[in-house]
């Protein structure tokens, strides 16, 4: 069964500084789709950023950007410039044929 | 355009008592679907519809029923409450039946508590 893992709870990072939450996930299949969704206190998730598993080259949007590792299983979302309208709890997910698994979210302080 | 809307915003529940909740996209979006999400479990798919008057089964389908008579609509019910079922309720949809290409555009949420 595929699974999805984060496993830093919560993070904390200075405004304009960088940040990496970390997501790795199992899964014997070849041909798959990857997520990060943003969570703000508004409760509503958001898309973040996607990447299909066929594509070698990261995805990137904005100050957004993944390091997709697939030998590896992981796939991490990079915050560059972080701003206080970050802060939010991230959820990665996992989706194939008719599955979406996410992982438990890492909830990110931005520090003023 | 709206999106998708959600109803009620929140809502305190007997247990034992039944439960609809409402989901509505204005997008045309074929596929829709709905999660759970509990407090260190994340968001968990309940249900979900590929199109219009087709649905499937999720991870955790069991005291929920669902319904998709049409594009726009698909109402979470549940027919008889307990209070493990307390939880928040994500709706979603996508545009493509193609699971595995398609981008979800979430709902607000409702909150449920089944007392």
């Known amino acids: 069964a595929q699974t999805v893992t984060q496993s830093q709870p919560e993070m904390s990072v200075q405004e304009a500084e960088t940040v990496t939450l970390s997501c790795t996930y199992d899964t014997s299949e070849s041909d798959y789709y990857l997520f990060w969704y943003k969570q703000p206190p508004s409760r509503q998730m958001i898309l973040v950023i996607r990447q299909e598993a066929y594509k070698q080259q990261n995805a990137t949007e904005n100050r957004f950007s993944v390091n997709f590792q697939k030998a590896a299983k992981s796939f991490s979302l990079k915050i560059s410039d972080s701003q206080l309208g970050d802060a939010a709890m991230y959820f990665c997910a996992y989706r194939n044929d008719d599955k979406i698994i996410f992982g438990k979210g890492t909830r990110l302080h931005i520090l003023p | 355009t709206a999106g998708i809307t959600q109803a009620p915003t929140s809502q305190i529940l007997a247990a034992g008592r039944s439960m609809t909740l409402r989901c509505t996209q204005d997008m045309r979006h074929n596929a829709m679907y709905w999660y759970r999400q509990d407090l260190g479990l994340g968001l968990r798919l309940i249900h979900y519809s590929n199109t219009a008057g087709t649905t499937g089964k999720g991870e955790v389908p069991d005291g929920y029923s669902v319904s998709r008579a049409n594009t726009d609509d698909f109402p979470l019910t549940l027919a008889s409450a307990v209070p493990s079922q307390t939880s928040v309720y994500f709706c979603?949809?996508?545009?493509?039946?193609?699971?595995?290409?398609?981008?979800?555009?979430f709902g607000p949420g409702t909150r449920l508590t089944v007392l």
């Open positions: 979603a949809s996508s545009d493509s039946p193609a699971f595995y290409t398609d981008t979800q555009y």
